[in-house]
């Protein structure tokens, strides 16, 4: 059963910095980070494919986010630093089972997600 469980949110003042982890069971061939702000859809954040560790980021997190996986604990984390006010949001990890050549950034081609956690960034 495939299951993800994210952690590592919090508040912070802007410049700061957080680190997400998310543990997951099971197989996914891509996950990611996403964020949603309730009323707009969830955008991607960050991806990686676990299997070759290729990764892609959202331009406005380039430089600032580093998306990471440790395979002997099933956990990617998402480390955040420079933290801006509009990184404020619900962030999700996503998984999809489906392999591709490079793991795609919308959320609609992820089949599998946890909670989420709250990422909030105070100016």
């Known amino acids: 059963q495939e299951q993800l469980v994210e952690s590592g949110g919090g508040s912070v003042q802007a410049g700061g910095s957080l680190r997400l982890s998310c543990k997951f069971d099971g197989h996914f061939a891509c996950m990611g980070w996403f964020r949603q702000t309730p009323g707009k859809e969830r955008e991607g954040v960050s991806v990686?494919?676990?299997?070759?560790?290729?990764?892609d980021y959202e331009d406005s997190v380039k430089g600032r986010f580093t998306i990471s996986q440790d395979n002997a604990r099933k956990t990617i984390y998402l480390e955040m630093s420079s933290l801006k006010p509009e990184d404020t949001d619900m962030y999700y990890c996503?998984?999809?089972?489906?392999?591709?050549?490079?793991?795609?950034?919308?959320?609609?081609?992820?089949?599998?997600w946890g909670q989420g956690t709250k990422v909030t960034v105070s100016a």
């Open positions: 990686i494919n676990p299997g070759d560790g290729s990764t």
């Open positions: 996503e998984g999809t089972r489906v392999s591709w050549k490079s793991c795609p950034t919308d959320s609609p081609w992820y089949n599998y």
